[in-house]
């Protein structure tokens, strides 16, 4: 499969799925993510089951469920000098850092606006912080980002400043072998 | 700081001039104590006003007076590393301070009158230690991780006693020590005792380094679930060597292993007898709620005793007594008497580790047991370290193949350079015969040197060890707000697809298994009224929270707009209320809006920066990864971001119940519910609620508020019929700003702020039933609202 998991990893993926689809209709609801209580008290719990969603959709089946698990395989050695012909895999680097783009970047168009960063911020920060520190953040935040003054992180942007973060090692489950 | 410093020279000196007069008293009065009566009628000359009876109280004040000893002691080192250094753990420096007062009593006696004698140890000491580990143990934790614990447990602990000993055997044989008398068998047996990571140690190490929680229960669990294995291996090389060398065949072999698996087994099986037995036992304690929490300790000890009797392994027998027996106990006692029970499980726990580390030291002055063969004390010292290492590592690989979240290798250097060995080791080799065994004052002064040097230099070197490793693999410093942004986010990122991927938990097994439990077992052994709680709680409580959602709709309708208005300074306000002295942080690098203007352009962006990085790095919530070792010695919540995981928790619900409410639901008139809809969604919310901490506090609150009303869910599954804004619900869904915030207003704060737990919970909810009653009434003639 163009995913490249271990025949063994899926099946124990497959049996996890399983266990998690209360409805037994073969897929996922938001319910059934939302069941699992550690997500409850992580900040950005939300926002990554909404990632296994696709547009719109309410359900995802085993397949979708693999795609958006296959960010998170951590990239051989053997596969950097791969030819990339056959189109990027799913956990290069640059697909495991559109996928936390996305977890921004709410409406899809591609930049992340002051709105967008100021939510993510709210979400990862504790009340103590007021409105205005919070707002002061955010516009440094983006002022670091953002290199043609649109006072928008676009996608280019957002590789650039992250280049020296170690993406690969920070955005990978060594088990999705 | 001075006066503190001030404060432990008087307490010591204290210590020195109050245990030395009354040892030399002590030393004096010994020959007195053979005839009493003869000598005080000997002497009789007048009637005396007052006499010196000190041979009637000899052995309980010999025993008060070491309590009190060890409580200075330990109030003397805890001030010590509070206020001049931190650097030696709690338990090394009760060692060295053992060391001291050994050397009083051995300078007033010129013999070592108080040692630590097996038996106190073990049957005095150790037990409520145990008992203490077990009944805190956070069970979830543990079983989901039972399977690395054992093969650690079982497994390592064989390695380390085979290794250990055949290592030294063959060193013997080198001629590296010299001339012993010891064979192949005594090397087995000495490292088999030799081997076993003690709890007591482990705990009183790690306390002080906070590491994350995977890693601290694999290194707990085993050492609490290696005593089968030690006491097994113990005792069948103790009787090999008592046979001798050519009786041992290999029905003599297999009699050891099968002996094994009855020593650990059973004293497993007593001790969840023993949990049932105190189960029910509390069950039926309902109107003497006083003594109830007497009976935790009770039992718990015959447990101890009862396995020590039957030759079981003792330790395991009041470990799962704890464990299994904690759920159960916790639901059917009265709210005073968990407290009682927690309060004086860790003041005994306490006390009990005070004072085996200060004997442990007081032990060592005493030049009677003393041997000092380099060979073998430098050589056991290197093969237990060592080995240690290859042994965690080993296992670990093979481990991790199975492992759906697998160990990491600091996680590993960690978990091997924390095998540390404390007094069980002592005990078992002090028990051993003397005739059996010629070298055992050899094996007892080996025996003490790995303990030192596993507690006292290991622990002080394991802290900065700790460190050295985090901080070589985390990122340099300066980094960028958006960098520092986005590793917390990856990182919480990664911990939430590891607990989607799934803890390895969650499997046929354990849903067949709670099912079982909550049918069967809980139907046995927890107060009916326990039990019909839980499930009424959860659903007025998600009845409560639904209300909530839907009367904030409703309100937002009625204001007319959608962007839900907040004003900042209320909210600020409410959080300063409640958040006090936490707030004063913020509050003192608070970015001065006024002087923006003041300051020039490059220093206004050096403030800024130094305050927003500042600012970032106090207040981002921690990733589940940094931090939430569960269990603490000396404090009962130390999970220290419980505030942060309440809110959260609170955050997340609120905008679920918001989501859920505008998208799926109807909201009808009562009907009679079907046990399974009411299962399914207490279900669900038991889901959410019952795994964040503090809500079997609040829970209690919530009854004697006396919630009356009937229990009210509405139908899920046809929506017959919904209030007309609920019709076209892609409209009316709140903006995403009203969803994260709502009207946080007092009333609503209150109410939408359930999970705080404060004494005036109960009023909240009081207020909150008549609020919602008025409201009702209120919108009862807009809409076709429910029906209380």
Known sequence: KKLNISHSQITRLYSRFHSLDKGENGALSREDFQRIPELAINPLGDRIINAFFPEGEDQVNFRGFMRTLAHFRPVEDNEKNKDLTSGEPLNSRTNKLHFAFQLYDLDRDDKISRDELLQVLRMMVGVNISDEQLGSIADRTIQEADTNGDMCISFSEFTKVLEKVDVEQKMSIRFLH | MASSVYLCLLRAVFLVCFVNPLIQGLSEDESVFQNPHHQQEENLTGLPIVTFKWHHVETPYLVIIWVFVAGLAKLSVVELNHHVISVVPESGLLIILGFILGGIVWGADRAQTFKLLPPTFFYYLLPQIILDASYFMPNKLFFSNL???????????????????????????????????????QFLLFGSLIAAVDPVAVIAVFEEVHVNEVLFILVFGESLLNDGVTVVLYNVFDAFVALGGPRIDAAEIFKGIFSFVVVAFGGS???????????????????????????????????????????????LSITFCGICCQKYVNANMDEKSVTTVRHAMKLLANGSETMIFLFLGVTAIDTEIWVWNTGFILLTLLFVFIYRIIGTFLFTWMLNKFRLVPIEVIDQVVMSYGGLRGAVAYGLAALLDEDKIPEKNLMISTTLIVVYFTVILQGITMKPLVQWLKVKRAAHSDLKLIEKLNNRAFDHILAAVEDICGRIGDNWWTRGWNRFEENYISWLLMKPKARKNRDYLFSIFHKLNLEDAINYVSEGERQGSLAFSRSDEAANVDFKKQFGSEFADVIKDTI??????????????????????????????????????????????????????????????????????????????????????????????????????????????????????????????????????????????????????????????RRLAPMRISTCSTDSFLMADVSLTLEEHEEHSQTDHVEM
């Not at chain 2, 080198?174 to 064979?183: E, H, P, Q, R, T």
């Not at chain 2, 949990?275 to 109107?287: D, E, F, N, V």
């Not at chain 2, 981002?620 to 010695?633: A, E, F, I, N, V």
């Open chain 2, 147 to 185: 399977g690395a614990i054992l093969i650690y447990a079982i497994f390592g602990t064989c390695w380390n006693a085979a290794t250990v000993g055949l290592s030294l055997w063959g060193c013997y044989e080198a001629g590296v020590m010299g001339n012993l008398d010891i064979g192949l068998l």
């Open chain 2, 269 to 315: 099986f007593l001790g969840i007898g023993f949990a049932i037995l105190l189960s029910l036992l509390t069950r039926c304690t309902k109107h003497i709620q006083i003594i109830e929490a007497g009976f935790v300790f009770v039992v718990g000890y015959l447990a101890y005793l009862t396995a020590e009797m039957l030759s079981l392994s003792a330790i």
């Open chain 2, 592 to 749: 001065p809006s006024v002087s923006l203007d003041i300051h020039g352009q490059d220093r206004k962006n050096a403030m800024d920066d130094i305050n927003a990085h500042h600012l970032l790095q106090q207040h981002l919530y921690r990733s589940r990864k940094h931090h939430r070792h569960k269990y603490s010695r000396s404090h009962f919540s130390i999970n220290q971001n419980e505030d942060e995981v309440q809110e959260i928790f609170q955050r997340t619900m609120r905008s679920r119940l918001e989501s859920f409410k505008s998208t799926k639901m109807g909201v009808n008139p009562a009907k009679k519910i079907t046990k399974h809809h009411k299962k399914e969604l207490t279900h669900k919310f038991i889901f959410y609620l019952v795994e964040v901490e503090g809500l079997c506090v609040f829970l209690p609150h919530l009854i004697e508020a006396g919630i009356e009303n009937p229990v009210f869910l509405p139908d899920m599954d046809s929506p017959t019929h919904s209030p007309p804004w609920l019709m076209e619900t892609e409209a009316v869904a709140p903006s995403q700003r009203a969803q994260r915030r709502l009207p946080w207003t007092p009333n609503r704060l």
